[in-house]
Nanobody, 124 residues
Framework: QVQLVESGGGQVQAGGSLRLSCAFRGHNFSRYGMGWFRQAPGKEREFVAGINFAGSNTGYADAVKGRFTISRDNAKNALFLQMNTLKPEDTAVYYC?????????????????WGQGTQVTVSS
């Protein structure tokens, strides 16, 4: 059974930075594709960034490309999201997710395990 625990959310002013972390509790972290999603009030959950099992391939939503960086440390069973130049429209609950597809994915339906989420609030 996989358990994901996010941390690092908070409140920041526009232009600031935050680093989200996700602790993977379970076995064989290095076999999972991983992703970050977010959900703003009144909106559907959306893909933010994804990474393959080895960390050698990443993908981003257009809205965050060039500002966010996803990475992983397989030795520490950890996933990260570095968020720079934050904007008020980045305000959302951010979720870490694990997929049995080692290549990763962009659709939420491909992810079988989810964290509880961490709130990110960006003020103007």
């Amino acid at each position: 059974q996989v358990q994901l625990v996010e941390s690092g959310g908070g409140q920041v002013q526009a232009g600031g930075s935050l680093r989200l972390s996700c602790a993977f509790r379970g076995h064989n972290f290095s076999r999972y594709g991983m992703g970050w999603f977010r959900q703003a009030p009144g909106k559907e959950r959306e893909f933010v960034a994804g990474i393959n099992f080895a960390g050698s391939n990443t993908g981003y939503a257009d809205a965050v490309k060039g500002r966010f960086t996803i990475s992983r440390d397989n030795a520490k069973n950890a996933l990260f999201l570095q968020m720079n130049t934050l904007k008020p429209e980045d305000t959302a609950v951010y979720y870490c997710a694990a997929s049995f597809n080692p290549k990763g994915a962009t659709s939420s339906s491909a992810f079988g395990a989810w964290g509880q989420g961490t709130q990110v609030t960006v003020s103007s």
